[in-house]
């Protein structure tokens, strides 16, 4: 089947066979090390208590029948030939799923939303087609942009989708270092052994999580030579097993052998999935971080490498088990039994090597995915730390990693072995999945545009797989898939009280905002003394006036003689190009100097740091003044209507556009320009930081436009004061018990410990100024 003819293909740009083979080696150490270490636990978590090794074998071939059909319906059928092809602009991953959704249906439910957003080149960039107002996509899209309860669980659904993941950053470095270390049991006593297991992997998990800070690039050289170590090692043992043990080993793929094996185990083979389900952990990396590489790229990694080489290996520890049945104990059936005596300490070098680069590669996405829901505005806001100037995304967070760390220990020290630990981690993995498959199904109707038959068979095929593996998961609740559960509820209430806290403060500021007629009625002036210098003034808010500006103007005797309301959102693409940052219009009248400003962001874009933004700031608005030829401008139209503005590249991508030029000399401030000039010289009385705006060539400016210019560089050589409003969110009389205990606790206590924005934080103190206020929403 030509599946490029059935499911829509988004446009990959050319790369030469050398770039995407160096890609695909890349991928390695980052895309399938979670994948590549299964193999330590798979066996040992299917046969931990529900299903016994026989003579007869059918429990082994079952086992393995299992572990190979999964493995090619799931990782290879799923995600390499239909999942990997729902990117996000190159972007992967549930969120971006949700992303794709909230721009080919309106249901997204952040506040902030603007027309002007969907001009972006990411937004219409996946080159679909328009559809039949009469198709089961447009019913669909109707029907969700209707009823505002399907949004919401629409949201609900992503937004489990990525606790899971975190919870499954929480548990797979657990049971990958711990399978790891099980190597030592084949080396001591028993009872040796249990004193010195959990103890060593406290240790690796310590040193894991504190080199985080150190960022991926510093370490991540090793990372795919460790990988192909490791694929090469499990591979070549599988194949001795094979030739040395059971050559007809094959035999058990075929799927006869499932059947034989549930039919002889009945219920115990039903639970034992959940151990088996863990062959394909991992496998959602490869769409989540589908951003950092190609398709083509892990494609090929996994077709070609990872996907025979596990295979592989299952097969050598299957045909090893098949001839020996007089092990002492169950907890011997693991992956170290079946290697050669002489090799089993190389091989537990390499493997504990592995269980550490899968670790790093779901601790990293972990970091990702936090990133992400802070952005679209449903996780607090907290310290992100750029790890590498030159490989975009990836990140480091504090708090993040040393709650991973925390939670990381406390279950490996609580649950002491791979049984529970692999329950806990099979529930996360396959309910990540789950998600996937439904938010997909709804993407191939209302993205790709194809027949609601073929989003069903999709969503009936491989939910009914899914779903069978989340059963297993489930019954096991009380033997450690409570952990995953528990873990998401505490993080989702986290997300969700954020959200709602978020929408409810900006409706109140919309609700709140100061009519364009007030302004007017106060003149130039604004009634006040108008001092030198640029009040920089934080708003959600993409129209109208904020409340805490009339509370400047009714309370303080002067303000700046240039303001710009400045709103910093995120919008639902990947990235936003430079030359589509910002945002620019006025609020009122010319000679008000009243600018607003919205600089827009992407959920994987990086901010830049503060200087660089402040000029990048300033020069939009020069920009702006230079190139304006608004209504406003000329004295037409209404000033009612603040909504029109106008895109300004930001000035380090624009060429032609206004740039900046400070140094410290006792000169005048100056525009400089090819075909235009103007200079004020006024004898300095002490040295100060002389502003210029270097103007590019353009038709001669007016004398108002050259006014405001000068105005515009006066200001910035005064200085800029960030005045941001310190807000106190309460529930309004009259609301339900629950609200009172989201809004005045949950909220607020998630409000007080999140951080402020990012180009705020490195301002003076004496540049600050916070205003305190109370919300009743």
Not at 298 to 323: D, H
Request: charged share 15%.
């Amino acid at each position: 089947m030509d599946l490029e003819s059935v499911f829509h293909k988004n446009p990959i740009k050319e790369e030469s066979w050398k770039h995407v083979l160096v890609l695909a080696y890349q991928s390695l150490g980052v895309v399938y090390g979670d994948l590549s270490t299964s193999p330590l636990f798979v066996y040992k978590s299917a046969f931990a208590e529900d299903i016994e090794h026989s003579d007869t074998n059918e429990e082994i071939f079952g086992v393995l029948s299992f572990v190979f059909w999964t493995l090619t319906l799931i990782p290879l059928f799923k995600y390499v030939f239909i999942v990997l092809r729902a990117d996000d602009n190159g972007e992967g991953g549930t969120f971006a799923l949700y992303s794709l959704l909230c721009r080919h249906a309106r249901v997204s439910l952040m506040p902030n939303t603007q027309l002007a957003d969907e001009d972006l080149t990411q937004y219409t960039m996946d080159g679909t087609a328009a559809t039949n107002k009469r198709n089961v996509g447009s019913s669909l899209k109707s029907l969700l942009e209707k009823y505002r309860v399907l949004q919401r669980v629409l949201l609900v659904l992503a937004l489990i989708g990525t606790c899971m993941v975190i919870g499954d950053g929480v548990l797979t470095p657990a049971i990958s270092v711990f399978s790891a270390i099980s190597g030592l049991e084949l080396s001591m006593s028993k009872e040796q052994h249990k004193y010195v297991e959990v103890p060593v992997a406290c240790v690796v998990l310590l040193f894991l999580f504190a080199l985080q800070h150190y960022g991926t690039h510093r370490i991540g050289s090793l990372f795919a030579p460790v990988v192909l170590t490791w694929l090469i090692c499990i591979s070549s043992i599988g194949i001795y097993n094979i030739i040395h043990w059971n050559p007809h080993v094959y035999q058990a793929l075929s799927p006869y052998y499932m059947f034989k094996f549930l039919k002889k185990t009945q219920s115990g083979g039903w639970k034992s999935l959940g151990g088996i389900l863990l062959c394909i952990t991992g496998s959602e990396a490869m769409f989540a971080d589908l951003g950092h590489f190609s398709q083509l790229s892990i494609q090929i990694a996994f077709t070609f490498l990872v996907y025979p080489s596990l295979i592989l290996a299952y097969m050598g520890q299957a045909a090893y088990l098949s001839k020996h049945h007089s092990l002492e104990s169950d907890y011997r059936i693991g992956f170290y039994v079946s290697v050669p005596v002489k090799l089993r300490w190389p091989v537990l070098a390499i493997a504990i090597l592995q269980a550490v680069v899968g670790s790093q590669a779901i601790i990293t996405g972990t970091f990702s995915i936090i990133k992400q829901c802070s952005s679209l505005g449903c996780f607090p806001k907290v310290k992100i730390v750029h790890t590498s100037s030159k490989i975009h995304g990836q990140i480091y967070i504090p708090e993040i990693n040393w709650s991973l760390m925390l939670l990381c220990l406390a279950v490996t020290i609580g649950f002491r072995d791979t049984k529970r630990l692999g329950n806990a981690a099979g529930l996360a993995v396959i309910a990540v999945m789950l998600v996937t498959t439904c938010l997909m199904s709804l993407v191939i109707v209302l993205c790709w545009h194809k027949s609601g038959w073929v989003a069903i068979c999709f969503l009936l095929f491989f939910g009914s797989i899914e779903a069978l593996y989340f059963s297993a998961s489930l019954i096991k609740f009380r033997e450690g898939a409570w952990v995953p559960i528990a873990l998401s509820l505490i993080f989702l209430l986290i997300m969700y009280v954020w959200h709602y806290g978020t929408v409810m403060k900006y409706e109140f500021d919309v609700q709140n905002k100061v009519a364009i007629n007030w302004l007017l009625g106060l003149g130039p002036t604004l009634g006040i003394v108008r001092v030198k210098g640029i009040g920089l003034i934080h708003t959600e808010l993409v129209a109208g006036i904020p409340a805490i500006f009339s509370h400047f103007v009714t309370n303080l005797p002067a303000f700046h003689q240039v303001v710009i309301f400045l709103c910093i959102k995120s919008v639902p693409v990947p990235h936003v190009a430079p030359r589509e940052r910002f945002l620019v219009g006025r609020i009122g009248p010319k000679e008000y100097r009243l600018y607003r400003c919205i600089a827009r962001y992407g959920y994987r874009d990086v901010h830049k740091d503060d200087m660089e933004f402040e000029n990048d700031l300033i020069c939009s608005i020069a920009e702006f003044i230079r190139s304006d030829i608004s209504e406003y401008s000329s004295g037409l139209g209404s000033f009612e209507d603040d909504t029109k503005m106008t895109v300004v590249a930001a000035s380090s991508s624009n060429s032609d556009g206004v740039k900046i030029s400070e140094d410290n000399q006792d000169n005048n401030s100056q525009i400089e320009g090819t075909s235009s000039e103007l200079k004020e010289v006024k004898p300095p009385k002490k040295v100060k930081k002389r502003v210029r705006f270097v103007v590019p060539d353009s038709p001669q400016m007016n004398m108002d436009t050259r006014a405001e210019l000068l105005e515009l560089t006066e200001a910035k050589e005064a200085g800029m004061a960030f005045i941001m409003s310190h807000s106190y969110v309460r529930a309004k009389r009259g609301s339900s018990w629950i609200k009172r205990v989201v809004i005045n606790y949950g909220y607020d206590f998630l409000r007080r410990n999140s951080r402020g924005p990012t180009y705020a934080l490195s301002l003076p103190h004496a540049s600050t100024l916070e205003v305190g206020m109370i919300y009743h929403v």
